[in-house]
């Protein structure tokens, strides 16, 4: 059971990384977003989820 929790933070990680990128912010910002992101995979998710850069991309 502890995987299926790894693999969904792992792939929501993957999904905020991309989205990360896909936007206007300065290069250094997309950078310092995904390092917290890599260094606190559950923390920085939710921290970029209320308080990061949102992607270009509308879905």
Given at each position: ?59
């Amino acid at each position: 059971m502890n995987y299926i929790f790894g693999i969904i933070i792992f792939v929501l990680d993957v999904l905020a990384i991309a989205s990360i990128i896909n936007t206007n912010a300065s290069t250094g910002t997309k950078i310092l977003w995904i390092a917290i992101i890599v260094i606190l995979p559950v923390i920085g998710l939710i921290i970029w989820y209320f308080a990061g850069p949102k992607s270009n991309i509308s879905l």
